[in-house]
């Protein structure tokens, strides 16, 4: 939060130019560009080395953030920096929108009402939520192809563009930085409209099939006036993934470790989860089904919100995400903002439903969509919506309050209400975004055959229907089985699809399809599914065999399958493998199939081309439109041809049907300067259809405009020069890589099979090239072949490497190929030697976790780097941990009360775990020391952590043992009342953590406090409960819950290993022993014995 004495941050938004005010003044829409300046929290710098975070759950799927840099700090202080802004404005709706960051709608300002619709953040605050780092809140976050969008703290591109009609729309486009599709959303308004439309279109760029989802995120200010209202007929709502369920908006069961029915008991109408307040915690939810289209959130104390609208048979995601009201919510509000306070997100999925629920989209498929908001005011929470009006229905007094609004002028419109037909009310009314209407009707709202209507000139532009909520409770997923428990080869491949198409981060599919594969070995479903595995990982050999055998099966009584992916996949392995004769004719008979022509009448074309045949590129090309890359073979087939005219007509063409594609701009002379990645992959496009001189041109200089999305450094040369090599321009190529040698490699994180190309012909053409093998050494890592990667690792470090990236990289291979983790641990020391860093100094130690080095040693390796120890917050909580461990108590607790600290979201709870542990250990030491009411004092200030800690604490998270030593304090003191209702406290159950937790240190103290309020039969139950987990520690596996949302694994390192296991089960073995001795000494345990040893 701001300090007192400081004025609080406030964006001010300017005033329109002069050309656009006359626009606005005459009733149209303006829209201009103009800087803000907004109070910024400035992200941290991206972290140099690469993670490969392969089992990381985030959002529910994978977790998977290579080749972004991860940025792990964000600044404690604000200062004013300019933000690029494109402003956009009618009558009625005042939007401001941020390009460089992911084109979100930053402020959405209804006019009319003076209400900020859409929450407006006055500062820019990153949190650690996103997929790479930084996170902001408020306004509208555009997410794509997977929740958070990868690029949310990313520039894109933008133009404004004025259409026929007076309406504007501002285009953005990007790359997604991970799957390298492209993205396109506009945001437009139109004269004498509230309504905001955003057009997306979504491509495939890639030569496979992908998957992916949209979420439209909106926030809006929170309060317990604030209500969340979803269609009529929503009788349930589904946790992520649908792992579990609860009725809505009543919910019926305890929903989050929230029992919910418990607090309605207390306090009526707690158990609504429409309503913010009532949520205590964070929690998710999406509505299971749906007949209706709309859904929204409405401000009771301003009485305003808004309507989102989009069609639902392509559109059915409706969510509602909260932090919560309650302390975990307060303390993500000060990680967010300084003093606009909490927020409700209110998503809205296209081709999705739930978090994760991914769609597929086919190589080259382009999906087109359109979204609506608007908002509203005077009618309450809406019933029904359409995107010309909104309804508002509820009971008032013995009556029935009908109120609407419309989203333009309607003179003389008509409302209506009816039951069975028979008109009961009419009324005549303007309506408008400024002209509400409201009305009593003499009926009672819940009456069976009520219908409310708006009417204008003779059209019914919005009815609702009385209706009773969906029957039926939804289905709850569940995990799949193991392969070797599944019957069939059908469910063994459905449950392969399911995984690949969900990104499941723990459970993999490739053993799915191996059992299929093993009970038939030319299930070509399998096969094929498995043979795109391989090729995504360069394993061409391994991929033409399996798709080789799928189209054997497949073609084995028939020569024309009905599907021609194996054939299309089978033909992109040949032309990997330089066979361009293979690949064609696979390709073609691809094309016999309508889902794979468009993709494979491409890559024909590009063949085509490459082999100087422009005629049949040309013709191919046009088959295989509207591909915008097929264009794009058009315009260069008809230069090839001599047609120079015609290739600057047709790519002028293309650029005023996309102004904002990159490659087509590169086509008609445009520089690409916004990401280093954008333009390698324009110049691989172009030099797959052999049109190396342009590839050439378009990668001439290096882009290091966005260090945060990566830079290109040596990656750049090892392509020209393979692009080189390929045309027969050898010494050219070889000046290339000798290039390559003396490069920066900073940021330089390969991804993609264009990368994996280049960089085997860099080591084939020199094998002691220590730089191409480092980075073909990354590049294999990523892709999960990590014996192929030490090899290559081993080669670079061995042959005098000096860059410590790849010294650390060696360290991951070690421990993932050969268990190694002593030369694992000597290389990072090494890598540490080379360029002293954090990260590596918080690997290290992880490492030494793996190893089972002792708690003395651990600390002494970090101290002798103790000047890198301040710059991470994950660094300096194990260092306080390890100075408890040791005893140095005081210093642990002033790093934990002198710092300040930001977690990452879904890896809260350890600085709150460290600060009572440091306090506990000062007040037993206080205790032992005779100073009672010290140590009372000390505990009863850390119930509420500070909020330099960054974190609150859940109500499952209960501080057991501060209570019990609390207890004891008091006791010392002579409150021996005090003492009991402190005990009373430790054993409390609560409402707001139901659900049951495993057996750990808070258990022992449970005991205790058992034994303290002699109640001997509930003590002697936590030394057998401490026990049994013990047992079920030693003989459990390294398995994240198939449906974890959020385990934000940040190193590449699994420090679950069993040798962690032992160490947690003895622990525990220990306190249940030492529980059990303390209840043999009967009147002995009012000065508790020191847990931490």
């Known amino acids: 939060m701001t300090d007192d004495t400081e004025a609080p941050s406030r964006i001010e938004l300017p005033a329109a130019p002069a050309d656009q005010a006359a626009i606005l003044a005459a009733g149209g829409v303006a829209c201009w560009s103009e800087p803000l300046w907004i109070d910024t929290y400035e992200p941290g710098e991206p972290d140099p080395y690469p993670l490969f975070l392969d089992r990381r759950v985030y959002q529910g799927s994978s977790g998977k953030v290579y080749p972004l840099p991860m940025i792990d700090s964000v600044a404690h202080e604000k200062a004013p920096r300019q933000w690029q ?31 900020d619709f859409f929450y407006r953040n006055n500062v820019i605050k990153p949190a650690l939520v996103g997929l790479a780092g930084p996170w902001i809140s408020g306004g509208v976050e555009f ?13 894109v591109d933008a133009r404004i563009e004025r259409e026929a009609d007076g309406a504007v729309v501002v285009w953005h486009s990007d790359l997604d ?8 959303h506009g945001v437009r308004l139109r004269p004498g409209s509230s309504l905001i439309e955003l057009e997306a279109a979504l491509h495939n760029r890639t030569d496979v099939p992908q998957t992916f989802l949209w979420w439209a995120n909106v926030a809006a200010r929170a309060h317990e006036g604030y209500q969340s209202f979803f269609p009529d007929d929503v009788a349930f709502v589904a946790d992520h993934a649908r792992r579990a369920i609860t009725a809505f908006p009543r919910a019926d069961r ?30 998710s939810y999406m509505i299971t089904d749906t007949d209706d289209s709309f859904f929204g959130g409405y401000d009771h104390t301003a009485d305003a919100g808004f309507v989102h609208w989009a069609d639902r048979a392509i559109s059915p995601g409706k969510k509602q995400w909260t932090w919560g009201d309650g302390a975990i919510g307060r303390a993500w509000d000060d990680q967010l903002t300084d003093d606009d306070g909490p927020y409700v997100e209110l998503m809205a999925g296209v081709y999705t439903d739930n978090q994760p629920d991914f769609s597929w989209m086919l190589p080259g498929e382009t999906k087109r969509f359109r979204q609506y908001w608007y908002p509203v005011h005077g009618t309450g929470a809406v019933r029904q919506a359409t995107t010309d009006a909104a309804i508002g229905v509820r009971a008032e007094g013995d009556g029935t309050r009908i109120t609407t609004i419309a989203t333009r002028a309607l003179p003389a419109a008509v409302i209506e209400v009816r039951r069975d037909g028979g008109l009961l009310a009419r009324w005549d009314a303007d309506l408008g975004p400024d002209a509400p209407f409201a009305a009593i009707a003499g009926v009672t709202a819940g009456s069976a055959g009520l219908e409310v209507r708006v009417l204008h000139a003779g059209e019914t532009l919005v009815v609702w229907r009385a209706r009773a909520a969906n029957a039926g409770e939804p289905w709850v997923a569940t995990a799949p089985p193991l392969p070797e428990d599944i019957a069939s080869n059908d469910d063994l491949f459905a449950t392969a699809v399911h995984l690949l198409q969900y990104r499941h981060p723990t459970r993999s599919a490739v053993p799915y399809l191996h059992e299929a594969l093993r009970r038939d070995p030319a299930d070509s479903r399998a096969a094929t599914a498995l043979g795109s595995w391989h090729l995504a990982r360069g394993e061409y050999d391994a991929a033409r065999d399996l798709l080789g055998a799928a189209t054997a099966r497949l073609t084995r009584h ?19 493998l330089g066979d361009d004769h293979a690949a064609d004719r696979c390709l073609a008979k691809a094309a016999w199939s309508a889902a794979f022509a468009p993709a494979a009448m491409l890559a024909r074309a590009r063949i085509a081309l490459r082999a100087g045949s422009a005629v049949v590129a040309l013709d191919l090309a046009r088959s295989a439109a509207p591909i915008p890359e097929a264009g794009r073979i058009e315009a260069l087939a008809l230069v090839r041809r001599g047609e120079v005219a015609a290739s600057v007509a047709r790519v002028a063409e293309l650029l005023a049907a996309d102004p904002l594609d990159p490659a087509t701009g590169a086509l008609a002379g445009e520089s690409i300067d916004r990401d280093a990645r954008t333009a390698l992959d324009v110049g691989a496009e172009f030099a797959r259809a052999g049109a190396v001189d342009e590839a050439l041109a378009v990668t001439a200089a290096a882009v290091e405009r966005t260090p945060s999305a990566g830079l290109a450094g040596p990656l750049r040369h090892y392509l020209r020069a ?20 003396g490069a920066s490699a900073a940021l330089s994180f390969p991804a993609g099979l264009d990368h994996f190309d280049a960089l085997v012909a860099a080591v084939a053409a020199d094998p002691d090239d220590v730089v191409a093998a480092g980075l073909l050494g990354m590049w294999l890592l990523d892709a999960g072949r990590h014996a192929d990667a030490l090899a290559h690792l081993r080669s670079a470090t061995e042959g005098g490497s000096t860059d410590p990236v790849g010294w650390r990289n060696l360290a991951i291979a070690l421990v993932a190929v050969e268990g190694d983790d002593a030369a694992a641990d000597a290389a990072l020391t090494h890598a540490l030697s080379l360029r002293p860093d954090a990260r590596l100094l918080l690997e290290r130690d992880v490492l030494a976790v793996r190893r089972g080095t002792d708690a003395a040693t651990r600390l002494s390796l970090l101290e002798t780097h103790a000047v890198l120890l301040d710059a991470r917050d994950d660094l300096a909580v194990r260092h306080a941990n390890l100075l408890l461990d040791v005893g140095r108590t005081d210093e642990a607790w002033i790093l934990l009360t002198t710092r300040r600290f930001r977690p990452f979201e ?57 209570w019990v030593l609390l207890g004891a304090a008091r006791a010392a003191t002579g409150n021996a009342t005090g003492a009991a209702e402190a005990w009373r406290a430790a054993v409390a159950p609560s409402p707001l953590a139901v659900a049951p937790r495993a057996a750990d240190e808070s258990t022992y103290w449970t005991g205790m406090a058992h034994l303290h309020l002699a109640d001997g039969t509930s003590a002697a139950a936590a030394w057998d409960a401490l026990d049994a987990r013990a047992t079920a520690l030693r003989t459990a596996t ?4 198939y449906f974890a949302t959020s385990v934000p694994e940040l190193t590449s390192f699994d420090a679950a290993t069993a040798t962690a296991r032992a160490a947690m089960a003895d622990r525990l073995g220990r306190l249940a022993a030492r529980g059990r001795t303390q209840q043999l000494s009967a009147g002995t345990a009012e000065v508790p014995e020191r847990t931490d040893a």
Request: hydrophobic letters at 40%; one cysteine or more.
């Open 558 to 576: 028939n020569l024309n399958p009905r599907d021609g992916e194996a054939a299309y996949l089978l033909g992109l392995v040949h032309e990997r």
């Open 254 to 283: 305890p929903y989050y470790g929230v029992d919910y029915p418990a607090l309605a008991a207390e306090r009526p109408d707690a158990d609504r989860i429409d309503v913010y307040s009532n949520i205590p915690v964070p929690t």
């Open 1038 to 1041: 390294d398995e994240v819950g």
């Open 85 to 115: 802004a494109i402003h956009l404005e009618n009558a009625y709706v005042r939007l401001a929108l941020l390009p460089e960051i992911g084109g979100r709608i930053h402020i959405g300002y209804d006019k009319v009402a003076g209400y």
């Open 143 to 155: 997410n794509w192809p997977q929740h958070h969008r990868p690029a949310t703290f990313l520039p």
């Open 906 to 962: 879904g890896g809260e709870g350890l600085v709150i775990a460290a600060f009572d542990r440091a306090s506990c250990a000062l007040a037993e030491r206080l205790l032992r020391e005779s100073a009672p009411a010290e140590a009372a004092a000390l505990l009863e200030a850390g119930f509420v952590p500070p909020s330099s800690l960054g974190e609150g604490r859940h109500p499952a998270e209960r501080p057991v043992q501060r």
């Open 177 to 184: 930085p991970l799957q390298r599709m492209r993205g396109v």
């Open 722 to 741: 393979h692009w080189l090599e390929r045309s027969g321009r050898a010494g050219d190529a070889a000046g290339e890589r000798a290039l390559a040698r």
